[in-house]
């Protein structure tokens, strides 16, 4: 259940000490929709009520210690004029976008957060979070980091191409976003949220050398940071990342928690990372909270505990998005194998 004493214990891992109690976040947005069996997906992005509803009613059932209010990429680029499509229980996703050219980036202009789009029932939702728990979870609020920003605005290939044929557009755009997405993640810390999730999947090793990442994304996500954290939230970076010299690279962004992604060796993150920067992660959601038995999550949970915890700047974490289909009993594995840490 919700505690008095998880903001100290977050902090405390961010200055890289141990927890007293160890926290307990999983991205669990999508299955905790269909937990609670009301709405559908679709419905619950678009009404701050439901969203609400479903979050408080999912941290009261299964004792998350935040409120992840991720809930989807397309909230800051609705409004610019992306196109995006989602129905029932599909998660709403980019796919018309605007021409990658000079002349769309200098006809756009910052929506107004608290007025334009969905983001106002964001805002509503968190503010309902935060009045119904107070500071007995974290309230986690959402933006994408310009790089990815871009990538959603643009489309990833024309992204990638800017990077080539005009780089100076590139850079600009990014600058662009980190003034957006600071007015987002500025309205989202004034509606309750202690914390941003920052998400940047556009620079995962996949597409980007370590060279290119710290040219073309690190600079604008550092500068993205800064204005979060004097705003007053704890950046939380999530690439989804699972190669260490990419990981070790996003500290230079400056961000206070860096999740690892799905298949990063944890032992290797932790030899990689510790004492120099709080991370978390990384139980698989597909492989074994989705697929597994309640025993098998049980015993990997532990193990990246015992891997991760003990050194402190640490905090549990599932590695991506929980899928819908994960098994009640294995989400209630992971809960309870975490709260039987305790800081030796």
Request: charged share 25%.
């Amino acid at each position: 259940m919700p505690y008095q004493g998880v903001l100290d214990d977050v902090r405390a891992a961010v200055r890289l000490e141990q927890p007293a109690r160890l926290p307990v976040f999983a991205l669990s947005e999508e299955f905790d929709v269909k937990w609670h069996g009301r709405y559908c997906y679709e419905e619950v992005c678009q009404d701050g009520e439901k969203m609400a509803e479903v979050w408080i009613a999912a941290i009261e059932e299964f004792g998350y210690d935040w409120a992840w209010l991720q809930v989807d990429d397309c909230f800051e680029f609705e409004p610019l004029g992306v196109g995006t499509h989602g129905e029932g229980n599909i998660l709403r996703a980019t796919r018309e976008y605007l021409p990658a050219s000079r002349e769309t980036l200098d006809s756009l202009r910052i929506p107004d957060p608290t007025r334009d789009g969905r983001m106002p029932e964001k805002l509503k939702a968190i503010r309902r979070v935060r009045d119904h728990f107070d500071d007995t979870v974290l309230v986690e609020g959402a933006c994408a980091a310009p790089f990815s920003s871009v990538g959603l605005l643009f489309g990833l290939q024309e992204t990638m191409m800017l990077a080539v044929t005009d780089p100076d557009l590139l850079r600009d755009a990014c600058a662009f976003f980190v003034d957006l997405q600071a007015r987002y993640a500025q309205a989202q810390i004034e509606a309750g949220a202690q914390a941003i999730w920052l998400g940047d999947c556009n620079a995962f090793s996949g597409f980007l050398s370590v060279d290119q990442y710290r040219q073309l994304a690190l600079p604008s996500c550092r500068e993205l940071v800064r204005r979060i954290q004097a705003a007053g939230g704890i950046v939380h970076l999530m690439n989804s990342e699972i190669k260490v010299p990419y990981l070790v690279a996003e500290i230079d962004t400056g961000a206070d928690i860096i999740n690892c992604g799905p298949a990063a060796d944890m032992a290797e993150a932790a030899q990689a990372l510790g004492g120099k920067v709080c991370y978390s992660g990384n139980l698989d959601p597909i492989e074994v909270l989705m697929k597994g038995t309640p025993e098998q999550v049980a015993a990997e949970t532990e193990r990246i505990i015992n891997t991760c915890a003990p050194g402190g700047g640490y905090l549990f974490c599932t590695g991506e998005m929980n899928p819908r289909d994960v098994p009640e009993e294995n989400m209630r594995a992971l809960v309870r194998t975490v709260r039987r840490w305790r800081r030796s």
